[in-house]
């Protein structure tokens, strides 16, 4: 009798080790962040010199080049008009560059940058696998992501913005979703399923970006940090 008491209590504790922990509701293991930087060039306009104060506005420009907007405040526009402009360079491109932040919980959730930057103009770019998030837990887990630092307050700053303000900047995970959709941009309590696993499994999924540049983005540097949580239930 006694040794089947013992027996007996073995396999409980044993069952009770092997199982996941007694918790309520979904708990955070780790999170990682990852960084788009977005500089933005303006598209520069050029006049043909006529008179004594077109030729000092023109001066005037040359003197002060673009990244100097404030010029355009000196550049007394009612001297200029559409007979002027010999020529206007389309929008050039916007170098995007991705940085990821070290994680010391790797193995259990990490983000693989596959193109370390890439350009974008005005009106709407995609970017195919443009990073790859790891994650595994041994009990059921799920991933979550939103902008980080975004708040509900509305408002906020190209490209990510804060709710409900829609953010510029859509994701899709490959083989999971099929249309992009607005990052979550309302804080941690807002966050949106990015994707999930079963206890022990693993995934690694591409995330497509699109980014829309509105042409009322001035020149000038833009970030947005999107983080990406584990959680387990």
Not at 14 to 27: D, Q, S
Not at 116 to 136: D, E, I, M
Request: hydrophobic share 45%; net charge neutral.
């Amino acid at each position: 009798m006694i040794r089947r008491l013992i027996v007996v209590a073995f396999i409980t504790a044993a069952l009770a080790i092997g199982a996941a922990p007694a918790l309520a509701g979904w708990v955070l293991v780790t999170s990682k962040t990852v960084t788009v930087n977005i500089t933005v060039t303006p598209s520069p306009i050029v006049y043909v010199p006529g008179t004594p104060d077109h030729r000092r506005t023109v001066a005037a420009a040359v003197a002060h080049p673009a990244p100097h907007p404030e010029i355009f405040a000196l550049l007394r526009p009612d001297l200029l008009t559409p007979r002027h402009v010999v020529a206007q360079v389309t929008q050039g491109n916007i170098p995007v560059t991705v940085n990821v932040q070290a994680d010391p919980t790797a193995k259990y959730l990490h983000i693989n940058v596959n193109t370390p930057s890439f350009n974008a103009g005005y009106g709407t770019n995609t970017y195919t696998c443009a990073y790859q998030v790891f994650a595994y837990f041994p009990y059921q887990w799920k991933v979550d992501d939103f902008v980080y630092g975004s708040t509900t307050s509305g408002g906020g700053t190209f490209p990510g913005y804060n709710a409900p303000t829609v953010s510029d900047l859509a994701w899709l995970a490959e083989g999971l979703t099929t249309s992009f959709v607005p990052f979550a941009n309302g804080g941690v309590a807002n966050a949106q399923l990015a994707f999930s696993g079963n206890a022990g499994q693993t995934e690694t999924i591409c995330v497509d970006l699109q980014l829309t540049v509105p042409n009322t983005v001035g020149a000038g540097v833009y970030n947005a940090t999107l983080e990406y949580q584990l959680l387990y239930y």
